[in-house]
């Protein structure tokens, strides 16, 4: 399945709140960094700290995704993909998921 591959640094996860009904995770990246491949078994908000440029990869083809600090998105549970940062300075959002 995709994936960056090895050798690129991790992007890394601080989970802040977790109960029964969210998760939330602030990621933050390192540029080149990688969340590695991962399936989203719950909704989803992401939320940006930072705006920059984002790669995503489905196993199918890689997307480019620019983030704007403070403009949200959200994505249904079902999601597979490799995320990577794909901007020139550390990118950071906090990952909302509803359980």
């Known amino acids: 399945m ?12 601080t989970v802040q709140i977790e109960n029964e009904q969210v998760r939330v995770t ?10 590695g491949w991962h399936r989203h078994p719950h909704p989803y908000v992401v939320v ?20 704007v600090a403070g403009r949200a998105y959200a994505r249904p549970a ?3 993909h490799d995320v990577r940062n794909a901007s020139g300075h550390e990118m950071a959002f906090v990952e909302v998921e509803l359980k």
Do not use: C, K
């Open 2 to 13: 995709g994936g960056f591959g090895a050798g690129r640094p991790a992007a890394v996860p």
């Open 48 to 67: 940006p700290v930072t705006s920059g440029r984002l790669e995503m990869d489905d196993g199918r083809e890689t997307r480019p995704a620019e983030l």
């Open 26 to 35: 602030e990621w933050r990246f390192a540029p080149g960094a990688a969340t």
């Open 78 to 80: 079902g999601v597979e």
